[in-house]
């Protein structure tokens, strides 16, 4: 099916613990985005990509990592997740064309580090 | 950074109510966005607007681009109990690289049927 998809839902892990995130989008957009869910703060940018082997830092990228080796994939890695790190984490996409500034999101990651 | 600053942070309203939410916030913007998040999924694209002050209604949505590019506001009329999750403004900049976007934190609306 077309869009965009999450892997996993849920995600429970322990502190120091290296965990990927996935997301996958079907649309062949050129930007890709993670963003990370936290009551009180809305939604911080966390890392995003113009396009393969293209990506920049957010608003809060310290302890993240990601890769872009592909279009259509853009993981996010925890390197060594910590407690503060938990979180809903939500990739989104858009196409990046002139006006079309849109983001289509998946359904989010709740990840709990323990 | 750019921040929004949007309010109320969450309503607890009774079913045929009318509501409204804004965001404010210091720095220009050249596109305004509204999103809708329901329980479990992520945010929806509600209205998009690129004009200042631009009006545009969808159904019972209503919603405004500030003319000073600084701030816009939603309006839901008669409300229903769909129209519970969470409300966010956002915001893309003159000034932003790439294509990101800058979410205000929310509203929370409760529809009480």
């Known amino acids: 099916d077309a869009g965009i998809t999450q892997s996993p839902r849920y995600k429970i892990t322990e502190t120091g613990r290296q965990v990927t995130l996935m997301c996958h989008q079907t649309w062949s957009h050129s930007y890709m985005f993670w963003y990370r869910q936290d009551l009180g703060h809305g939604l911080r940018l966390i890392y995003y990509?113009?396009?393969?082997?293209?990506?920049d830092k957010g608003e809060v990228p310290d302890g993240y990592v990601v890769s872009r080796s592909k279009t259509e994939n853009f993981p996010l890695t925890l390197e060594s997740a910590t407690r503060s790190q938990t979180s809903v984490y939500f990739c989104a996409s858009s196409e990046g064309l002139g006006l079309v500034t849109e983001a289509f999101f998946g359904q989010g990651t709740r990840l709990t580090v323990v | 950074g750019q921040q929004l600053n949007q309010s109320p942070q969450s309503m607890f309203i009774q079913e045929g109510e009318d509501v409204s939410m804004n965001c404010t916030s210091s720095?220009?913007?050249?596109?305004w966005l509204w999103y809708k998040q329901e329980p479990g999924e992520g945010p929806v694209l509600l209205i998009a607007?690129?004009?200042?002050?631009e009006l545009t209604s969808s159904g019972r949505l209503t919603a405004q681009f500030g003319i000073t590019r600084k701030d816009g506001f939603l309006n839901i009329s008669a409300s229903i109990p769909s129209d519970v999750g969470i409300y966010f403004c956002?915001?893309?900049?003159?000034?932003?690289?790439?294509?990101?976007?800058?979410f205000g934190g929310g509203t929370r609306l409760m529809v009480k049927p």
């Open positions: 720095s220009i913007f050249n596109t």
């Open positions: 956002a915001g893309h900049g003159y000034n932003n690289a790439g294509n990101m976007l800058t």
């Open positions: 990509s113009a396009a393969a082997d293209i990506t």
């Open positions: 607007l690129y004009k200042a002050g």
